[in-house]
């Protein structure tokens, strides 16, 4: 089979987006970084062993539902690997993931010993576009990982808002709108990431110029489970210069400096941190976890492991 038509069985066999078929199109030309390594097998599907494959370290996505992930493994148990993972070859017996982790990691819990992967050459600027492109046309990334892939995308690859736009589908205005929620403070940007405020929500909370009236009206979302057309007439009359009205639990809000420390350690620990304290600066700190491998990665960040 020649290149041109191994390259469009490829493409029909993956159902890959516009942008990341154009960039695994690119990636046909050896990396110069790199010793050259034999292309017998380039554009063809091996089944390659697990152990021999290292993750890709431009992997932007940083969460995996450990649910998910077993749920995964059992219907790769019992069905086998769908959709092939797509590596680069580094050296005989060593490969870089460039797609497919979550498949990657679901194989090893299945107790694969191989898993079916197509080989490519890319140079590491490829290898990051191709990781987040990719991740950004799945449909279970949360809107952060999406605005994290959109922001590295831009800086690490050089890319404007609108060739970005280009190479996801998606016009400059969405783009930008992804990108400015990352200048939400770290609580809210949890709160989204896992599913307690809407993308809506975020959108709105993001007009609020000052830091402590948008944490209040973020707190107001939470308690109260406002509608996202709720918090845009909030958001309103606050702009019109309207108070911010009680919170119907009429919950104390931390001092300034408490709240701070709070976002620095929900930041530091990847999951939302509760500090409550009195007026006598007495109080605790709780740090939620989710799954036994989540406390082992708290309990690593607070040395005791």
Request: charged share 25%; proline share 4%.
């Amino acid at each position: 089979m020649s290149n041109n038509n191994s390259n469009k069985a490829l493409k029909k066999r993956s159902g890959l987006g516009r942008g990341l078929g154009a960039l695994l199109q690119d990636s046909e030309m050896v990396n110069e970084s790199r010793p050259p390594v034999s292309l017998e097998s380039f554009n063809t599907m091996s089944d390659i062993d697990v152990d021999f494959i290292e993750v890709n370290p431009f992997q932007p996505r940083t969460y995996f539902d450990m649910d998910a992930l077993n749920e995964l493994a059992e219907s790769i148990r019992v069905q086998g690997i769908i959709q092939p993972i797509t590596v680069r070859q580094l050296s005989p017996d060593h490969y870089q993931l460039i797609s497919g982790e979550r498949r990657l990691q679901a194989s090893k819990l299945a107790g694969l010993r191989t898993i079916p992967a197509y080989v490519r050459t890319a140079n590491d600027q490829q290898m990051l576009e191709m990781a987040l492109i990719e991740n950004i046309q799945r449909e279970n990334l949360n809107a952060i990982e999406i605005a994290l892939s959109y922001q590295r995308l831009i800086s690490e690859c050089s890319l404007k808002q609108e060739e970005l736009g280009d190479r996801v589908g998606k016009n400059r205005t969405t783009v930008n709108n992804y990108i400015r929620l990352l200048k939400l403070p770290p609580d809210i940007q949890i709160a989204l990431r896992d599913n307690k405020i809407t993308m809506g929500h975020a959108r709105a909370l993001i007009n609020i110029d000052n830091i402590e009236t948008k944490l209040a009206v973020f707190r107001r979302i939470v308690d109260e489970e406002l509608s996202v057309r709720q918090v845009e007439e909030i958001v309103r009359n606050l702009t019109n210069g309207a108070p911010l009205p009680k919170n119907r639990k009429d919950k104390p809000n931390l001092k300034y400096e408490f709240t701070q420390l709070q976002y620095k350690l929900s930041s530091h620990f990847g999951t939302k941190v509760h500090l409550k304290c009195d007026e006598q600066s007495r109080g605790e700190i709780k740090i939620p976890f989710t799954s036994e491998e989540d406390l082992n990665r708290i309990l690593e960040l607070l040395s005791f492991a």
